[in-house]
């Protein structure tokens, strides 16, 4: 079964795997326009698309907090 992902959520893993930590959604959207990457207008779209994300099953964690914080699942070995 394929995962449908929702649009720009490439552009924000990308993000992710570089970082050495969880990310809010606003330090997210910060280092999306740092890379000159559109399509994300508010933190609101980018905690969308990860929530979204995750819901379905993809490598995502969201982390309870406020503001929630996000990270990319480690690979299992």
Request: net charge negative; proline share 5%.
């Amino acid at each position: 079964m394929s995962i449908t992902r929702p649009s720009g959520f490439e552009e924000v893993c990308d993000v992710l795997a570089t970082a050495e930590e969880p990310l809010t959604a606003r330090e997210i959207l910060d280092r999306l326009r740092a890379r000159s990457v559109d399509g994300f207008e508010t933190s609101y779209r980018v905690a969308t698309v990860l929530g979204q994300a995750a819901e379905r099953g993809a490598a995502v964690t969201v982390i309870d907090g406020s503001p929630y914080r996000y990270r990319l699942d480690e690979p299992s070995r």
